[in-house]
């Protein structure tokens, strides 16, 4: 698990550095070309997006200089970039991906961006071949982990801005807003932006009052609704299911009696007050009344703030998840790590019987072809035999992580070449490793 | 045997149950399916109990028993006609029980306790009892929607964050389900009732209003009436709507109660 990670994200650094450090996306394949050729790593992928930079590689030691990299790329100061920046290696990396990926490290919880955007950060990097074997597996790793955090928890489940939260309010009322009325009093930004949520949920028609009539005709235009003069207020209200008001009366302009006039008028069918005005446009004497729901700014806020504790909740299930697949994610490449010293440990053992082979045939003269093939299957078939029991050890052994011992073991024994040495050389290895040594899991 | 398959019915029922009581604590999505698989066992197991009833020859729908198990039967399928409608389990949360207590009865005590053996006209009889039982299922899924709405009414004023995730359907769509139900089972309660005084008068030749049976069914049948006409008159719900529903819903008790006193019915006669 030669796995680095540095990077900065909403938490560590202020936008300042985070604006600096920002990679467009026209740069971002150079950018993974330089990542892949700098010393000391293999593989690399650049994670760029408004909250985070992230940098994920795999290395030939597992002790690359990505700092160094940073501070060249960027063209910054160590004292400027250092204090912002977090670093993992190995299993912590594999982690901070995973919880990166399944939106658990995102300023919003579970919001589903993120993983669209590390699914683009890793095409990009593989089609400019920053990407093999290893990074290659573990970002396939990660998106099976988002897929089961969102799976099977209800991280993401719930929107939490408050014109979002406005609208689940209004649905755990109606259903579904298909064809309902909306009514904005007081045309205000906000009001705006809920009335757009609602809209984009199905509402159908819109009116629109507000004290100086000219702002009423605007607003209603941008939504295809009516205006409706501030006189006529109560006459039209019972039109709606969802009000929507923001004025910036000192008092409260709905009252108990409004209320009932409404309900009346509309055979009780119920009316959602959405109050954003402070002081409060809607009075709380009106909404003891059966049928009429209000919200206010509070309301709204504790709605939202819930939301961010329900998610917390969900967070803590979804980290459950991660810690179990960072271990078993741990252990796949464990028995993949234990490969090439099986390969090596075959090659040793040919190149020594081939060896032999050739010293007997110096000395017996010439052979049929049919000695020629019973020695081969001969000394195949010790090898084979004696070899069996180590390979199987080495194996299991990958899994039950006491792997690093038994490896330094048997490269002791065998006087195998070192890792780096062995690593440089991977790439061939790899080749006879799959035919060799059969499908790895 | 019908009564064995009555009694794996009622084993299923039971586990339905047990949502019913966990339904308004917890809100994961996996006990109302597990709940729902239950319930849809255990109608299967029902369904071969009544249709061998049935077959076996010696059917008497108008014994309490068999009649409970029928009843218990058709709430059931009211039950999953609303689920194939809005996808919601809630309102198991009322029927469930109801439908655990009459199935447990009908599976436990099988005492023949007999309706008078007088009647003349077998198919008016038939007639009656399903009609007046789809009516009794249908008040009893509008009765429980009416609870429901109350429940969600009072979470939605109450602005209480937790009101945001529940199992509960929007507002509107239990009002739905309670006034569907409403308008589909008065008809039914009705006729119902027609076809009751129908074999009443047939077999007894006049209908004695006195009979508790028969008074209870009346008030039952004109709360009904009343509850749907403020329904379409002036849109009562929520509290109003619950305590017509409630008070609906206990004079239908009442007059299943009476079975036991009136000489209408003559249960208690044999």
């Avoid at chain 2, 077959?55 to 039967?73: R, T």
């Avoid at chain 2, 009979?211 to 004109?222: E, G, H, Q, T, Y």
Wanted: hydrophobic share 45%.
């Amino acid at each position: 698990m030669r796995f680095q990670l540095i990077g900065v994200n909403h938490k560590s650094a202020p936008l300042e550095v985070r604006e600096r450090m920002a990679i467009p996306e026209s740069r971002l394949p150079d950018t993974c070309r330089e990542l892949a050729a700098y010393p000391g790593i293999e593989e690399g992928i650049v994670i760029s997006t408004c909250n985070r930079v992230e940098i994920v590689t795999h290395t030939t030691n597992g002790t690359a200089d990505l700092r160094g990299f940073l501070r060249d790329h960027f063209h910054l100061e160590r004292k400027e970039l250092d204090p912002h920046l977090y670093e993992f290696r190995g299993k912590d990396a594999v982690r901070h991906l995973f919880r990166v990926a399944s939106s658990l490290d995102s300023m919003v919880i579970g919001e589903a961006q993120i993983l669209g955007q590390v699914k683009e950060a890793y095409a990009t990097a593989r089609a400019v071949g920053a990407v093999r074997g290893q990074l290659d597996q573990l970002f396939s790793r990660a998106f099976a982990v988002a897929k089961r955090v969102r799976g099977e928890t209800a991280v993401g489940s719930s929107s939490v801005s408050i014109a979002s939260v406005a609208v689940e309010l209004a649905e755990r009322i109606f259903g579904t807003l298909e064809g309902k009325t909306v009514f904005i009093v007081g045309a205000g930004k906000m009001s705006e932006l809920a009335a757009r949520h609602l809209m984009a949920h199905g509402c159908a028609a819109i009116f629109v009052s507000n004290r100086t009539f000219e702002r009423a005709v605007g607003l209603a235009e941008k939504f295809n609704g009516q205006a409706i003069k501030f006189d006529d207020l109560y006459n039209s209200c019972d039109r709606a299911d969802i009000v929507i008001t923001s004025t910036g009366s000192p008092h409260a302009i709905f009252r108990r009696e409004h209320g009932e006039q409404f309900l009346a008028r509309r055979k009780n069918r119920p009316m959602f007050f959405i109050d954003i005005a402070v002081p409060r446009d809607v009075s709380p004497e009106m909404g003891k009344l059966d049928g009429i729901f209000i919200y206010d700014l509070d309301d709204l806020q504790q709605a939202v703030s819930s939301h961010v504790a329900d998610r917390r909740k969900e967070a803590e299930l979804a980290e459950a998840i991660i810690t179990g697949e960072v271990e078993r994610f741990e252990a796949r490449l464990q028995t993949l790590d234990v490969v090439p010293t099986i390969v090596s440990l075959q090659d040793h053992l040919e190149t020594i019987r081939q060896a032999e082979i050739d010293r007997v045939r110096g000395r017996m003269g010439r052979l049929t072809p049919e000695q020629e093939m019973a020695i081969e299957a001969l000394t195949r078939g010790i090898i084979n035999k004696v070899m069996h029991t180590p390979i199987t050890t080495l194996k299991t052994a990958a899994k039950e992580s006491e792997a690093t011992t038994i490896v330094g073991v048997v490269r002791r024994l065998f006087n195998l070449p070192e890792k780096e040495k062995e690593s440089a050389s991977q790439p061939a290895a790899k080749e006879t490793k799959e035919t060799e040594v059969g499908p790895h899991p | 045997m019908s009564l064995l398959w009555l009694r794996c019915a009622l084993g299923c029922y039971f586990v339905s149950l047990i949502y019913a009581f966990v339904a308004l604590t917890r809100t994961r999505d996996l006990f109302s399916r597990i709940a729902l698989h239950a319930a849809s066992l255990g109608m299967v197991f029902h369904f071969v109990s009544l249709t061998e009833l049935f077959l076996s020859g010696h059917v008497v729908w108008a014994s309490v028993h068999n009649g409970e198990s029928l009843l218990a039967f058709l709430s059931m399928s009211f039950f999953m006609l609303i689920y194939a409608i809005y996808q919601t389990t809630s309102p198991g949360v009322v029927v469930f029980p109801v439908v655990f207590f009459l199935t447990f009865v009908a599976a436990v005590d099988q005492q023949p306790v007999l309706l008078t053996q007088y009647v003349s006209n077998k198919g008016w009889l038939a007639a009656h009892i399903f009609l007046i039982f789809i009516g009794y299922a249908a008040l009893l899924v509008s009765f429980g929607a009416s609870l429901l709405y109350l429940l969600q009414e009072r979470r939605l004023k109450a602005k209480k964050p937790t009101s945001l995730i529940s199992f509960l359907p929007a507002l509107e769509v239990i009002d739905q389900i309670g006034y569907r139900s409403l308008l589909l089972g008065f008809p039914f309660m009705t006729l119902g009732l027609l076809t009751g005084s129908v074999v009443a008068i047939s077999t007894y030749g006049h209908l004695d209003f006195l009979d508790p049976k028969i008074l209870l069914s009346v008030l039952m049948w004109a709360v009904y009436m009343l509850m749907v006409f403020t329904r379409w008159n002036s849109g009562w719900r929520g509290r109003r709507a619950a305590f017509l529903a409630t008070f609906a819903f206990v004079a239908a008790l009442a007059a299943w109660a009476a079975n036991y006193f009136s000489t209408i019915h003559r249960f208690a006669a044999s």
